[in-house]
């Protein structure tokens, strides 16, 4: 299950990244389509997040504050396109992303299941 919660936030952010570079280049027909094939990917990363959270026999405080910190990267991932289609500033979108993400990345290998490297 550790394996399909990589493979599945790896994905949504490589396909995050393309709709950026689609509606950089402007090309909003091809933005579309994947930033919802993006969005479908947020679903199978909540999903098998809360299936391993569900695998925990007594989830600490720390799994918390893990899936809250996973369901934020997804929100920030979702601000940033927005503000990328609106042509807004998206600095501290940026900033905040990378921090929440590093974070979600440590809390995640910190725990108990799958690789353990802190
Ligand atoms: C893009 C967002 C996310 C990233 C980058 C991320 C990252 C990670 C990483 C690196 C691990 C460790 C895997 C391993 O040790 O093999 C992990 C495990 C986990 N994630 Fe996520 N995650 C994200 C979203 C979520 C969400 C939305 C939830 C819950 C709703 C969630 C719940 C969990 C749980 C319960 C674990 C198991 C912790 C353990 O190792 O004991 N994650 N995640």
């Known amino acids: 299950m550790t394996h399909m919660h990589?493979?599945?936030?790896?994905?949504?952010?490589?396909?995050?990244?393309?709709?950026?570079?689609?509606?950089?280049m402007?090309?909003?027909?091809?933005?579309?389509?994947?930033?919802?094939i993006t969005r479908l990917f947020y679903?199978?990363?909540?999903?098998?997040?809360?299936?391993?959270?569900?695998s925990m026999p007594e989830p600490t405080g720390d799994y918390h504050i893990k899936?809250?910190?996973?369901?934020?990267?997804?929100?920030?991932?979702?601000?940033?396109?927005?503000?990328t289609k609106k042509q807004r500033s998206t600095v501290l979108y940026w900033i905040l992303f990378i921090i929440i993400l590093?974070?979600?990345?440590y809390l995640g290998l910190k725990l108990p299941m799958g690789m353990k490297f802190f």
């Open 6 to 24: 990589i493979t599945s936030w790896v994905l949504a952010i490589i396909l995050f990244i393309v709709t950026l570079v689609l509606m950089k």
């Open 26 to 36: 402007n090309n909003e027909k091809g933005a579309k389509i994947v930033s919802m």
């Open 43 to 54: 679903i199978f990363v909540l999903v098998t997040g809360v299936m391993l959270f569900m």
């Open 67 to 83: 899936m809250l910190a996973g369901v934020l990267v997804i929100v920030m991932m979702e601000l940033l396109l927005v503000a």
């Open 102 to 105: 590093l974070t979600t990345i």
